[in-house]
């Protein structure tokens, strides 16, 4: 108990809390970054919403209603005070609260970058390690060859391939959507998976897994391949160390404690980041798939709303984005304090 | 000790997110390539899914101006008279009102239908409705309202009795039927319950809007009422069986509209026949391709729309009514409709199957000796190189780029420079709010909203479209606006169609624009199965309107 409070008191006094309170810092910074862009952009964000027929004086009181009509620095101080009162702003393109649309639209995204992930961490390891461990191998020359196309191919491709060959060929994946049209399931997270599973309706749940299946590789094969070349070779190299060969020369098992507990462990400090990065980057980055798949999720959004420079919607994306990044950034953080006792350590030896 | 559980722990999690990851994809996998409804679902009898471009409908119908919101609101709320394509053209026919009849010039007076429920609070929707909706209309014409604006007058609008509704106007209209169909009616009480304040409307608040537009319920009496609303996903409809109206026998139960921009992902659905219609935004080759899947075929819609593009009246050497003319003998009109198929050739400043729609005077043709014939009596006949002229092309249109490289070619065997720019479709919106910021030439789609040629002319070409993306000419010639609004405010239709011709002659020779070609839409369905009225007749009109679902048949037995 005394060790896993000084554990705990190592992760929470090193950097940790001070990068919380620095993000939520840089999260300020890039509302006001994102503010600005945002509005020097081109086009007239109250004729996108109201359409091109409305009359001039209704546009004009919507810019007035949007305090459009002042300057940007006012602009930014009405913003802000909406902010802190849990307010985004209305969306352009929704005419709903920003905030409203997040909720609609994130669980789809975060269910998806949630079972990216399990395909991601997963694959990642099996891969990265079987190939670091035999490297040189017919194996290892195998993957190689299909992190190479991974990494080559995008994911939007990825989706087309997957979709045509699983769904239009084969049929036995779904080409689109989160559900099949015939299940109805009441919105409680909504994660329709979780939500199938809280309302004990186990068809939904294998139908919501069906149709997680596509997207998920589409966007998992070419981070995977990435980072199973990052493990690999970090497991090589950890492989060739002297400790490793000292292991060795005692007689350990070689799989069961020389790599797996002696070179594995070290080899994933410099591939958790990446994972976590490419994680979080599906925030902004899925949008293509989104599309593909007629999946609900925030990219979608947040490219209709690009399209018709929906402000608030804009911002409101950006910094979900921005603090999806910084809960990830904190995980890599306590994951790796976990993983490597110099950082639990302050850097010490 | 605490290492070795930290470790042991999260090899743990990883192997069972593994191996639920594999039995889940396993347990999913069906064995059949078709999926199979588990035998506790209820998969609807006759069902219909129906593609929107991009983004789901706004589900307010005084809010809803694009194609799928037009589309919604069409199926979901009645409107006051409907406009009817019968015997090779477009009547008003009885809707709510079930007759009407005017009182004087600039009052109009309906008798409503008796016993009109309102889907989700089966109330009757009575005068007071209509009265409400018309002012909400006019207060905040975000869609289809601004028809309303200039002609209707709020003071004289009113609810004679429960079942008879007066409409007064500011001027006389003499397609005010017409803009009468644009009258969607909605609860009154249901929106007053839900106004938010403060909002852009005064004491009106949101005017109900940020509600409506959240999806909870409809407020319509149509015969499709809303039932599901999946924000970025799909909107469900269920088939209305209290609606007055007549349903088409085999009318689907329920429709389906989603949200599917992709070429591959369309063609992937239709031939899984998990998608009924297409949009009509795909490109001319995905068609193409969906024509050749066994059961699916395309439909050739002719709106009333055209591809016009704009000159800009006010820009030398555009100013000179002899290069726009010159420009209009540069334009290959038979290679631009094997750029961009979904046209045909245009027949007047107007498409050809408007009412009131008259052919070119003179004819337009792509020559070249004319063009330098026209040019020679220019102005700028000498100087013509001191000049280069802008042609926008919007970066999301695939093909226009190819349209002004056709006119810039061959303009340059003449001598006219004609630059192609590449612009984002807000640049293109923004420049255009002034006379002085669009290029010298803006392509542009546009389409009328009621069938007369008065429609087509008063969007494109009177002042009050200045600053919109419906014009580019920017002419200062009141007496254009005066001869406009002289054809709208005549009651009389032989009198008002003539006014009309001779107005269609009177603008054709400004040489405002290049009349490329009138726009026919391509929609890919499942001909096997749907039996879909507008596609027979190729004829839509209207944007959004071609999807009258309560017309449709379809046969889910038919299916392959």
Request: net charge neutral; proline share 6%.
């Amino acid at each position: 108990m005394k060790i896993n409070l000084n554990v705990l008191k190592g992760i929470f006094n090193n950097a940790i809390l001070k990068r919380i309170i620095l993000s939520l810092i840089s999260l300020l910074g890039l509302s006001l970054i994102i503010f600005t862009l945002a509005r020097i952009m081109p086009g007239d964000p109250a004729r996108m919403a109201l359409g091109p027929r409305a009359p001039e004086e209704i546009v004009q009181k919507y810019r007035e209603m949007l305090y459009l009509d002042k300057p940007l620095y006012v602009q930014y101080y009405y913003w802000l005070i909406n902010l802190f009162q849990g307010k985004l702003g209305p969306s352009l393109t929704s005419f709903r609260e920003v905030s409203v649309d997040i909720a609609d639209f994130l669980p789809a995204t975060l269910e998806l970058m949630l079972f990216v992930a399990i395909i991601q961490v997963t694959g990642t390891l099996i891969l990265g390690t079987i190939s670091g461990c035999k490297p040189g191998s017919a194996i290892d020359g195998a993957l190689r060859v299909f992190a190479y196309i991974g990494i080559c191919v995008p994911p939007f491709v990825w989706a087309l391939i997957l979709q045509f060959v699983f769904s239009y060929i084969l049929g036995w994946f779904p080409a689109t959507e989160r559900l099949s049209s015939y299940i109805r399931l009441p919105r409680i997270t909504g994660l329709v998976t979780i939500d199938a599973l809280i309302t004990g309706n186990f068809n939904a749940f294998v139908d919501a897994l069906w149709h997680l299946a596509l997207p998920s590789l589409a966007l998992a094969v070419g981070a995977m391949a990435q980072e199973t070349r990052i493990l690999r070779s970090a497991m090589v190299e950890n492989i060739n160390k002297d400790y490793i060969t000292t292991f060795l020369s005692h007689g350990l098992p070689i799989y069961r404690y020389v790599y797996f507990k002696y070179a594995l462990r070290p080899s994933l400090c410099s591939t958790i980041p990446v994972i976590g990065l490419d994680i979080a980057s599906l925030i902004a980055n899925a949008f293509m798939v989104e599309m593909i798949f007629n999946w609900p999720g925030i990219s979608k959004f947040g490219i209709t709303a690009m399209l018709r420079k929906d402000l608030n919607g804009i911002v409101g994306i950006v910094l979900v984005a921005g603090i999806i990044y910084i809960v990830t950034n904190v995980i890599i953080d306590i994951i790796l304090t976990i993983l490597d006792p110099r950082i639990r350590r302050g850097g010490q030896q | 000790m605490v290492k070795r559980s930290v470790v042991a722990a999260i090899v743990a999690v990883v192997i069972i997110i593994a191996i639920v990851g594999v039995a889940a994809w396993y347990l999913a996998a069906p064995p059949t390539p078709t999926p199979t409804p588990t035998p506790t679902a209820t998969p609807p009898v006759k069902s219909l899914i129906v593609a929107s471009f991009a983004n789901l409908p706004y589900l307010d119908p005084h809010v809803a101006h694009d194609e799928s919101g037009r589309a919604y609101i069409h199926n979901v709320y009645d409107t006051l008279v409907r406009m009817e394509y019968r015997e090779g053209t477009v009547k008003i026919i009885p809707w709510l009102a079930t007759r009407w009849e005017m009182v004087d010039n600039v009052t109009w007076r309906f008798y409503l239908r008796e016993g009109v429920k309102f889907h989700h609070t089966n109330r009757e929707l009575t005068a007071k409705d209509v009265e409400f909706s018309v002012m909400r209309m006019v207060i905040m014409p975000e869609g289809m309202g601004y028809l309303l604006v200039p002609w209707i007058d709020l003071d004289r609008t009113k609810a004679i009795d429960k079942y008879t509704i007066e409409i007064g106007l500011k001027k006389p209209c003499g397609v005010f039927l017409y803009l009468a169909s644009y009258i969607y009616v909605v609860d009154s009480e249901e929106v007053k319950k839900n106004i938010k304040t403060p909002g852009p409307y005064g004491e009106w608040g949101d005017f109900g809007k940020g509600w409506l537009m959240e999806g909870h319920i409809d407020i319509g009496s149509g015969p499709y009422m809303l039932v599901e609303y999946v924000p970025g996903s799909h909107v469900m409809l269920a088939k209305n069986e209290k609606w007055w109206g007549d349903f088409a026998p085999r009318a689907p139960d329920n429709v389906k509209i989603v949200a599917i921009v992709d070429p591959a992902t369309t063609h992937t659905l239709m031939a899984k026949r998990e998608l009924d219609i297409s949009t009509v935004w795909l490109p001319p080759e995905t068609y193409e391709a969906l024509d050749e899947i066994e059961g699916v075929d395309v439909a050739k819609l002719h709106y009333y729309g055209m591809y016009f593009l704009m000159m800009n009246s006010r820009k030398p050497p555009l100013d000179d009514i002899h290069v726009r003319k010159a420009l209009f003998y540069l334009f290959d009109y038979r290679t631009f409709l094997e750029i961009l198929p979904q046209h045909k050739e245009a027949e007047g400043i107007v498409p050809s199957n408007m009412i009131g729609f008259i052919p070119f005077p003179e004819p337009v043709e792509y020559n070249i000796d004319k063009a330098l014939e026209e040019l020679k009596k220019s102005k700028y006949w000498g100087e013509l190189d001191k000049y280069e002229i802008a042609l926008t092309w919007r970066a999301e249109v695939p093909g226009e780029d190819r349209v002004g490289l056709l006119l810039a070619s061959a303009a340059e065997k003449v001598g006219l420079k004609i630059k192609v720019v590449k612009l984002p479709w807000l640049k293109v919106v923004e420049a255009m709010t002034r006379p002085d910021t669009p290029n010298h030439i803006e392509p542009m789609w546009i389409t009328a909203d009621y069938p007369e040629a008065i429609s087509m002319v008063y969007l494109r070409w009177h002042s009050a479209s200045h600053g919109t993306v419906n014009q580019n000419e920017w002419f200062d010639l009141p007496e254009l606006d005066k001869m406009i609004e002289e054809v709208l405010g005549t009651i009389d239709e032989k009198e008002r169609l003539e006014k009309s011709a001779e107005l269609q002659r009177y603008i054709f020779y400004l040489y405002p624009s290049i009349f490329a070609g009138d726009y026919i839409g391509f929609k890919a369905y499942q001909s096997k199965y749907i039996d879909w009225p507008s596609a027979k007749v190729g004829f839509v009109g209207v944007f959004g309107w071609d999807v009258e679902y309560w017309k449709m048949n379809v046969y889910p037995e038919k299916k392959i």
